[in-house]
């Protein structure tokens, strides 16, 4: 079965410029996640989706980030613009979803982004 | 963002020895887990913990969710080359969102 898959997996921008991650979650994994994780650091959550609703983006800095998860499966996550402080791993999870509180969540390999 | 408290940060081991490392939190959590990032990879669950007291173990590893719910700890035993690694500990507390600690990198010398 395939896991996560991330693209791209390098990104290198100049700073006011956009940038768009995406992510293809497990089959039939509901719940779909967005991290940062600076360098030394643990991921950092920015935004849960159930299906195509977004239920969590407290961490989501919108002034500049937005993200979508159209038809439930796929999702994109974009910088517009582009600050040198969004150089980080921009990691993506899923899980299959419930209020079990047993919810496992697998990661995908990341986008390691650089902005200079 | 919050963040767990984990210790050491890192560690430098002969192989073979064994290997502790700790979280705590000043929050109470129902759910501690702990995963292991390889160099350009995301993070692999090892072991999850969903009760306080459990002690559960993985191959060589054991991990235990701390009785005051706020502490756990991960033992590696009889360590190899291949456990070279981040660990990172994560907790959550009913279906709020995981909290991740700051990581311990383990290098292990042949």
């Known amino acids: 079965e395939a896991g996560v898959v991330q693209s791209p997996r390098y990104k290198i921008i100049e700073k006011k410029q956009p940038v768009a991650f995406w992510c293809n979650p497990i089959?039939?994994?509901?719940?779909l996640y967005w991290y940062r994780q600076n360098l030394g650091q643990g991921p950092e959550l920015l935004i849960r989706?159930?299906?195509?609703?977004?239920?969590?983006d407290s961490q989501l800095p919108k002034d500049r980030f937005s993200a979508e998860r159209l038809k439930g499966v796929d999702s994109t996550l974009k910088i517009q613009p582009a600050e040198l402080g969004d150089s980080a791993v921009y990691l993506c999870?899923?899980?299959?979803?419930?209020?079990?509180?047993?919810?496992?969540?697998?990661f995908g390999p990341g986008t390691r982004l650089t902005v200079l | 963002g919050q963040q767990l408290n984990q210790s050491p940060q890192s560690m430098f081991i002969q192989e073979g020895e064994d290997v502790s490392m700790n979280c705590t939190s000043s929050?109470?959590?129902?759910?501690w887990l702990w995963y292991k990032q390889d160099p350009g990879e995301g993070p692999v669950l090892l072991i999850a913990?969903?009760?306080?007291?459990e002690l559960t173990s993985n191959g060589r590893l054991t991990a235990q969710f701390g009785i005051t719910r706020k502490d756990s700890f991960l033992n590696i035993s009889a360590s190899i080359p291949s456990d070279v690694g981040i660990y990172f500990c994560?907790?959550?507390?009913?279906?709020?969102?995981?909290?991740f600690g700051k990581g311990t990198k383990l290098t292990v010398n042949p």
């Open positions: 913990l969903y009760k306080a007291g």
């Open positions: 989706y159930e299906n195509e609703e977004a239920v969590d």
């Open positions: 929050s109470i959590f129902n759910t």
């Open positions: 994560a907790g959550r507390s009913g279906s709020e969102k995981l909290v």
């Open positions: 089959s039939g994994h509901n719940t």
């Open positions: 999870a899923s899980s299959l979803g419930g209020l079990s509180g047993r919810d496992t969540q697998y």
